[in-house]
């Protein structure tokens, strides 16, 4: 039933948008004449890497720099890009993937293999599913770009500040994950083109009706300073990707 609403739901999507993603990538080329997508290394199922697809966002080779994580000041995002990142237009591509079966419209949002190689044991149970295009973290940290900002290392301060989080969100996915949770999750992403506050207001209340941990609870409603925290199954904060 879920790969069945993954095509479908992807379908009907891709179908609509087409006149929006194909004017969208005439403007990336537009800028500098290069490839206007962006293939994405991401860890998938069972620790298989796949290339995701994105409209390119930054200047063209961008992730040369060693540089996985994104901040709103980053100086690769080119001017069409903000505009694009602002509205995730340049993550509709990502529906090709889903098809492909390489991701589903809900799971835990693959990470890099370098993020991926440091996971506790316990945060290799996300390994067990199909990542997601959506999921309860990606609305959580939808600003995930603004929580970056102005940071020495982008990459440290995700894993300090938005991985452990993520993960434990992802980890109550995967016990709650069901077709009303999926299709709960769509709509809540689709919310939150519209309006931030009231998207994390209704993932609240779904966390809440799934009986998630209150510290969960208090995170989703983002009323909760992010300071550095350990990952799920360590008592050590993340200072080094090695």
Known sequence: MKRFLDIFISIFILLITFPIIFFCLLLVWSEDKLNPFYFAERVGKNGKVFKMIKIRTMVFNASSTGVDSTAADDKRITKIGRILRKYKLDELTQLINILNGE???????PNVKRDVNIYTLIERKLLRIKPGLT?????????ESEILKNKVDPDIAYNQLIRPWKSRLGLFYLE???????????????????????????????????K?????LRIASRKMLLVPSPPPGSDTIVTSRD
């Open 103 to 109: 991701m589903s419209l809900v799971g835990p949002r």
């Open 135 to 143: 999921d309860f973290a990606s609305v959580v940290f939808s600003d």
């Open 176 to 210: 709650k994950n069901n077709i009303f949770v999926d299709i709960c999750l769509i709509f809540i992403t689709f919310i939150g083109l519209f309006s931030r506050n009231r998207s994390l207001a209704l993932l609240v209340g779904l966390l809440d009706f799934l």
């Open 212 to 216: 998630a941990p209150k510290i969960l």
